[in-house]
């Protein structure tokens, strides 16, 4: 039975025009989508239009992330990823820009290799929370570096955006609280 209560209906002139040109029409799709919305598998786009799962965080690689030596001295080094994507807890697709600050220890991060990591969480389905603490351990595993602070920005989805801060000099986190340059300042955005 369809959304209009009748069991059959003869195809109409307009209907019987689209399925001899191979497609089905509109009122069909629509009334397929209405009565078959709760057995749809939750799919997403990936690459190049194509249906896909979302895959679970766990199923990200951490040894994506390539290290290389560090030149030498004591540095800071800072990168912004403007272009992160993953989904969200509903299937939907989060946007956010992702900012790393890093004092290397022996290695420092290649960027090619950070770019290839976090474009594997494009068809992941994980909430902002999740996705920031499973990128930070990733990247204390990968590079033990001396701090690393990470800083996410969402876009804004349904009028509110979001930030959000991990860094490894807080004590919470196991840090000495030696940097402590995060004190006293303002938090704008």
């Not at 993953?86 to 220890?105: E, I, N, R």
């Amino acid at each position: 039975m369809d959304c209009s209560g009748s069991r059959h209906r003869p195809a109409s002139v307009d209907e019987r025009d689209y399925m001899r040109r191979g497609r089905l029409p509109p009122t069909w799709v629509r009334r397929y989508r209405l009565l078959r919305r709760d057995h749809l598998p939750r799919r997403a786009l990936g690459q190049y239009g194509r249906c896909m799962a979302a895959k679970p965080y766990g199923d990200v690689d951490p040894y994506v992330l390539k290290a290389l030596p560090n030149p030498g001295g004591a540095i800071e080094l800072k990168h912004k990823a403007p272009e992160v994507t993953f989904l969200g807890a509903q299937d939907q697709p989060d946007f956010g820009t992702l900012y790393v600050t890093f004092y290397p220890s022996e290695t420092v991060i290649e960027l090619k290799s950070l770019k290839e990591y976090l474009y594997q969480w494009r068809d992941t389905a994980v909430s902002y929370e999740r996705f920031l603490d499973v990128v930070y351990d990733h990247l204390m595993r990968v590079y033990e570096p001396l701090r690393l602070r990470l800083v996410f920005e969402t876009r804004p989805r349904g009028g509110i955006s979001s930030k959000l801060t991990i860094d490894s000099d807080w004590a919470i986190r196991g840090g000495k609280e030696q940097f402590r340059d995060w004190v006293g300042v303002d938090d704008t955005w």
